[in-house]
């Protein structure tokens, strides 16, 4: 009977602490369509940044200031395109960074709408963007525009579902 209980309460432990550093998620929009689509099951490190600060490239979830139908901040998930004292300009359907072309082989399509006048990103702020320009809610729209990095839950790091893309998402 110890040995059962010392189980039960091991598993809770192990149970608990990996809720510390892992979220599961699933994917309900389109708009990082090719690297990941609807209903992708995935699991971010929660804990990322509390060891490391933000890169070029990752793939991010935050809490937007939209509301969802019950009235809860909705769930973004989106890449980080430009990081604090950074430079972004979009023009002409290219995405510059510190006035260079961004090269972006992960977009679903080779052309980025919107213009975005050149603006310098604050401290604690990034830009984002869906890979799926045409269908994603992103800094571009002032309705989302710059997200604090207070609001960032977690860095997407492993797909689960489906199986045939099991594995880790690279940037």
Sequence with gaps: MKEWIRD???????AVLVMQFIKPTIVKEHSME?????????????????????????????RSNIETENGADKLLIKRVIALPGDKISISDGSVYLNGE????????????SGYVEELTVPEGKVFVMGDNRQRSLDSRNDSLGLVSTDTIIGMAVFRVF??????FINK
């Design 162 to 167: 489906p199986f045939s893309s099991f594995g």
């Design 34 to 62: 090719p690297t990941l689509y609807e209903n992708n099951y995935i699991f971010l490190s929660k804990q990322q940044y509390t060891f490391a600060d933000i890169k070029h490239g990752e793939i991010v979830v935050f």
């Design 101 to 112: 072309p961004l090269a972006e082989p992960y977009i679903k399509e080779p052309f980025t």
């Design 8 to 14: 039960i309460v091991i598993a809770v432990a192990v």
